[in-house]
C-alpha cells in the first residue's frame, strides 16, 4: 500500500525548534518529490516546502522561509522538516503529500501530526 | 498567483446539485485541481487538469473551466460529500490552494 506517514508533532515552545518526519512506504521513494503542507486549526491548507527526488531542488514559502530546513534520506525512505524560532502561529497539523511525476498533483498524503507552539 | 472560492459555506441536502466556483489572479490555462477534506481526515485529490477525474473518483464529480475561472460539480451529492472542497493551482511554484468551500447538511 502506498502510504506516508508523518511523526515529531507536539508541544513546543515558543522559539523553540522541532523537527518532523515522513515515513514512505509502498512507492519508489527516490523518484518522487515530496511537499510539506500545513493547516492551522480551522483554517484552510498552506503549502510550506518541496523537495525534488533527489534532494537537489528544494522550495519554501515566503511564510517560512529562513525558518525552516528540509530534507531527505532515501536510502531511509524519510523525509524531515526541521522549523526553528517557532511562533504561535506555526501551530498546525502538518501533511506530507507526493507530487504526481507529471505535475505539481499531490496524489498521496500522509494522515499529518500536530504542532502545538505554546508556553 | 491567488485563488478564490465561492461561495465559502453552503447547506444543501442529501441528491442536490452543487457547484464551486475558484478564480485565479491570472491566466493559468488548465493547471488546477480540487481536494475534497473530510473533517479530521487529510485531502483527497479529486479533479486534476481542471477537468479530469483522479482515479477511483466517483462520476458524480466533474470540473471544467480554463484561464482564471473553474468549476467543481457535484451532481447529486452523497453523505461523505459533506466536507470542505479546495481548489489548488499547479501552474507555477509557489503552490497555492483556494481558501476553501465548506458543504454542510441542510
Known amino acids: 500500500e502506498v502510504q506516508l506517514v508523518e511523526s515529531g508533532g507536539g508541544l513546543a515552545q515558543p522559539g523553540g525548534s522541532v523537527t518532523l518526519s515522513c515515513a514512505a512506504s509502498g512507492f519508489t521513494f527516490s523518484s518522487y518529490s515530496i511537499n510539506w503542507v500545513r493547516q492551522a486549526p480551522g483554517k484552510g491548507l498552506e503549502w510550506i516546502s518541496y523537495?525534488?527526488?533527489?534532494?537537489?531542488?528544494?522550495y519554501y514559502a515566503d511564510s517560512v522561509k529562513g525558518r525552516i530546513t528540509v530534507s531527505r534520506d532515501n536510502a531511509r525512505n524519510s523525509l524531515f522538516l526541521q522549523m526553528n524560532s517557532l511562533r504561535a502561529e506555526d501551530t498546525a497539523v502538518y501533511y506530507c503529500?507526493?507530487?504526481?511525476?507529471?505535475?505539481?498533483?499531490?496524489?498521496?498524503w500522509g494522515k499529518g501530526t500536530t504542532v502545538t507552539v505554546s508556553s | 498567483i491567488q485563488l478564490t472560492q465561492s461561495p465559502s459555506f453552503l447547506s444543501t441536502s442529501v441528491g442536490d446539485r452543487v457547484t464551486i466556483t475558484c478564480r485565479a489572479s491570472?491566466?493559468?490555462?488548465?493547471?488546477l485541481a480540487w481536494y475534497r477534506q473530510e473533517p479530521g481526515k487529510a485531502p483527497n485529490l479529486l479533479i486534476y487538469?481542471?477537468?479530469t477525474l483522479q482515479t477511483g473518483v466517483p462520476s458524480r464529480f466533474s470540473g471544467g473551466g480554463s484561464g482564471t475561472d473553474f468549476t467543481l460539480t457535484i451532481s447529486s451529492l452523497q453523505p461523505e460529500d459533506f466536507a470542505t472542497y479546495y481548489c489548488q493551482q499547479l501552474h507555477s511554484y509557489p503552490i497555492t490552494f483556494g481558501p476553501g468551500t465548506r458543504l454542510e447538511i441542510k
Open positions: 523537495i525534488s527526488g533527489s534532494g537537489s531542488i528544494i
Open positions: 491570472q491566466d493559468i490555462s488548465t493547471y
Open positions: 503529500a507526493r507530487e504526481t511525476i507529471e505535475a505539481p498533483l499531490l496524489d498521496v
Open positions: 487538469a481542471a477537468s
